[in-house]
């Protein structure tokens, strides 16, 4: 006990460096076995392809999946190596199979719908302190909303503060590759309280991509007692914030924020993000944790990447359903655009040279080498002709310097 709370810690050698891992859990019980510590090492050990060794006891379920979890990650995330797991698996459990059904809640529209949608089954919230970089001096607020919250709602509420991303964000990225990992290591060490606990899933099953929380990997870590279940694949986002505008008290205290954790900033890409969705079902005016307009030159200039891209392609699918917001759907529009042209000009940048030199460009081209200019001209015009004059800039900017540098290389002859 440590004022009051529960705590569980561990020492993990690794790459000749020492980490203390440390939970600490407002109310238990919680588990006595190694389960917690075999999930937040095993990707890390995975990627500097050290053998696992983990002292203690532990779910041979777990044990047993931890095979079928290298073999995925590793197809995944080939420089993830597969590697001996040595432990000692639990022989018996003498243990009461707990009653409760949990859900890790942040606030944000993903664990709000699957609150609001599993209402009369869910029994307790999971909040997570540690794991957003959130300074100590915010979480009470925070756990005061997430309390007012359970209240409302007839649940209890367990919190649980972790120091794991100290240990793996030295091996894996965080959003890629392991936030599921760290709430299922959480989850593994409140086993005792219950007998499932819901992930809310990011994504529909159309959208999937290797990711942190994924419906292939999570359900791996559950036990012979405690099952994990990802929800909510089957919708989309928009779909999940249509659903979390009927509910007034989500609508007080919906959070998305990255950058940050007590309240929403309304500029960065999740707030946007959800303030469009928002908009798309003629809620965001109802929603008092958000700004009630959103600007949209600042939606045109959002920064995009493989994941987000699926989120902003969802609101731009609502907008254009919902009509009436034609500047924000252009805007969006305009953004996703960007990123696509920024791909395709990455590709070619990084194989223009193989390209150019390859039969395939012979076939293409078919002795007409403007064909590729032309058929980007065709796509979008105006996008080729501002590749173009940023290209002219650079030829200004590199006779001007090649000018200054004859000048300086003259006097110094002189």
């Known amino acids: 006990m440590e004022d009051g709370w529960q705590v569980a810690s561990a020492s993990i050698s690794m790459d000749h460096k020492t980490y203390q891992l440390k939970f600490r859990v407002s109310e238990g019980p919680i588990s006595k076995n190694s389960d917690p510590f075999l999930a937040a090492a095993l990707f890390p050990a995975m990627k500097i392809g050290e053998p696992l060794l983990v002292p203690g006891l532990v779910s041979p379920a777990l044990l047993?999946?931890?095979?079928?979890?290298?073999?995925?990650?590793?197809?995944w995330f080939?420089?993830?190596?597969i590697i001996p797991v040595r432990a000692e698996p639990e022989m018996s459990d003498k243990e009461k199979q707990a009653t409760d059904v949990g859900a890790f809640f942040?606030?944000?529209?993903?664990?709000?719908?699957?609150?609001?949608k599993n209402h009369d089954e869910i029994t307790k919230l999971i909040l997570i302190n540690g794991i957003m970089f959130e300074s100590i001096s915010e979480r009470p607020k925070v756990t005061g909303e997430i309390r007012r919250i359970a209240e409302e709602l007839g649940k209890s509420l367990v919190v649980v503060e972790v120091n794991i991303r100290e240990f793996s964000?030295?091996?894996?990225?965080?959003?890629?590759?392991y936030a599921g990992v760290a709430l299922a290591s959480v989850g593994l060490l409140l086993a005792p309280q219950f007998r499932k606990?819901?992930?809310a899933s990011s994504f529909p099953y159309e959208d999937w991509k290797p990711t942190a929380i994924h419906p292939l990997l999570e359900p791996l870590f559950s036990t012979e007692r405690l099952t994990f279940e990802i929800d909510a694949s089957d919708v989309g986002r928009p779909e999940k914030v249509a659903r979390i505008a009927q509910s007034d008290l989500a609508l007080r205290y919906l959070h998305a924020c990255s950058k940050e954790f007590s309240y929403n900033c309304g500029k960065c890409e999740k707030c946007m993000r959800t303030m469009l969705a928002l908009q798309a079902v003629g809620a965001?005016?109802?929603c008092k944790t958000f700004p009630q307009k959103i600007d949209p030159d600042a939606v045109s200039r959002i920064t995009l990447d493989e994941l987000r891209d699926i989120y902003a392609k969802e609101n731009l699918r609502a907008l254009e359903k919902k009509g009436g917001n034609d500047e924000l759907t252009d805007a969006l529009r305009f953004c996703i655009n960007t990123y696509k042209y920024k791909k395709i000009a990455a590709s070619l940048n990084n194989d223009w040279g193989k390209f150019i030199?390859?039969?395939q460009w012979v076939q293409f081209a078919k002795g007409k080498r403007n064909v590729l200019l032309q058929s980007l001209w065709n796509a979008d015009p105006g996008w080729l002709f501002r590749e173009a004059v940023k290209e002219k800039i650079k030829d200004i900017d590199r006779k001007y310097l090649s000018g200054i540098l004859r000048?300086?290389?003259?006097?110094?002859?002189?």
């Not at 080939?78 to 190596?81: D, T």
């Not at 942040?106 to 609150?115: E, I, K, P, R």
């Not at 000048?407 to 002189?414: A, D, L, P």
């Open 357 to 359: 030199a390859s039969q």
């Open 106 to 116: 942040s606030g944000g529209v993903d664990s709000f719908y699957t609150l609001l």
């Open 407 to 414: 000048k300086i290389r003259g006097t110094v002859n002189e």
């Open 284 to 286: 965001l005016e109802r």
């Open 169 to 177: 964000d030295e091996y894996t990225y965080w959003e890629d590759q």
């Open 78 to 81: 080939p420089e993830f190596q």
């Open 64 to 75: 047993s999946a931890t095979q079928t979890m290298q073999e995925t990650y590793h197809k």
């Open 197 to 199: 606990i819901y992930f």
